[in-house]
């Protein structure tokens, strides 16, 4: 089972239970450290590949994916601490057109305007997939997403959120010639990888798993995935 405490940032509190003894030990202290005192138990998807989209909605309803982004660690290993490619590179297109309808679908029945982060996890041998989290708001995801492709999403948010819709800002790929409804697409490839500080604090857990531990990270772009 999957520990996650309500209110926390970056997994804390949270964990993976194996048996009843480690289930009340996580829960326990999940409970902790929410700030409403709660926790969400669910049943844990170990192994599945985790996927990202970033998406950007207007009041008009128009909507567009920013980014994809692979998590290379599988499920089990929180985002922030896992080497994350952009754009995605192992799915298959049929699961990526599946995934991209679900995001668009999410934004809108949600009726959120702005930018929004959308994470899924992914069993392509059965083409199963599970919402895990949506982020109404500007992320370290989004923050690696505007880095990637070059599309300023917290400026488009906040235009957004004083009126403008998409289709009459001009694109800050393109300029004058497109519009901000024009999806941005990469011919390179983007690497993230984290940065843990355990040149500071040398006794420190070093195993990574649902909590967060990195507090930075490095960024490189390439042609391919191995020059990135």
Same mark, same amino acid.
């Given at each position: 089972?999957?520990?996650?405490?309500?209110?926390?940032?970056?997994?804390?509190? &949270?964990?993976?239970?194996?048996?009843?003894?480690?289930?009340?030990?996580?829960?326990?202290?999940?409970?902790?450290?929410?700030?409403?005192?709660?926790?969400?138990?669910?049943?844990?998807?170990?192994?599945?590949?985790?996927?990202?989209?970033?998406?950007?909605?207007?009041?008009? #309803?128009?909507?567009?994916?920013?980014?994809?982004?692979?998590?290379?660690?599988?499920?089990?290993?929180?985002?922030?601490?896992?080497?994350?490619?952009?754009?995605?590179?192992?799915?298959?297109? $049929?699961?990526?057109?599946?995934?991209?309808?679900?995001?668009?679908?999410?934004?809108?029945?949600?009726?959120?305007?702005?930018?929004?982060?959308?994470?899924?996890?992914?069993?392509?041998?059965?083409?199963?997939?599970?919402?895990?989290?949506?982020?109404?708001?500007?992320?370290?995801?989004?923050?690696?997403?505007?880095? =990637?492709? &070059?599309?300023?999403?917290?400026?488009?948010?906040?235009?957004?959120?004083? &009126?403008?819709?998409?289709?009459?800002?001009?694109?800050?790929?393109?300029?004058?010639?497109?519009? =901000? =409804?024009?999806?941005?697409?990469?011919?390179?490839?983007?690497?993230?990888?984290? $940065?843990?500080?355990?040149?500071?604090?040398?006794?420190? #857990?070093?195993?990574?798993?649902?909590?967060?531990?990195?507090?930075?990270?490095?960024?490189?772009?390439?042609?391919?995935?191995?020059?990135?």
């Amino acid at each position: 089972l999957l520990i996650r405490p309500a209110f926390t940032l970056g997994g804390l509190g &949270g964990g993976t239970a194996f048996n009843k003894g480690e289930l009340v030990e996580i829960a326990s202290q999940g409970l902790l450290q929410s700030a409403i005192g709660q926790v969400l138990i669910e049943v844990s998807i170990l192994g599945w590949q985790e996927h990202e989209y970033e998406v950007m909605r207007d009041a008009s #309803d128009n909507a567009i994916i920013v980014c994809t982004m692979e998590n290379l660690d599988p499920m089990g290993v929180h985002t922030g601490e896992s080497v994350v490619v952009a754009p995605q590179q192992t799915l298959s297109d $049929r699961d990526h057109q599946m995934l991209r309808d679900a995001a668009l679908k999410l934004i809108r029945r949600l009726n959120i305007k702005g930018g929004c982060n959308v994470q899924f996890a992914v069993e392509q041998s059965t083409g199963q997939y599970r919402v895990i989290e949506v982020n109404p708001r500007v992320s370290r995801s989004s923050a690696l997403a505007s880095k =990637a492709t &070059g599309y300023p999403i917290a400026r488009m948010a906040a235009l957004i959120a004083v &009126g403008y819709t998409l289709d009459e800002l001009p694109n800050p790929i393109t300029g004058q010639g497109t519009t =901000a =409804a024009f999806e941005p697409t990469l011919d390179y490839c983007v690497v993230k990888i984290p $940065r843990w500080p355990f040149d500071k604090f040398r006794t420190a #857990d070093r195993t990574i798993g649902t909590s967060m531990k990195s507090t930075g990270e490095v960024m490189a772009i390439g042609r391919c995935f191995e020059e990135a």
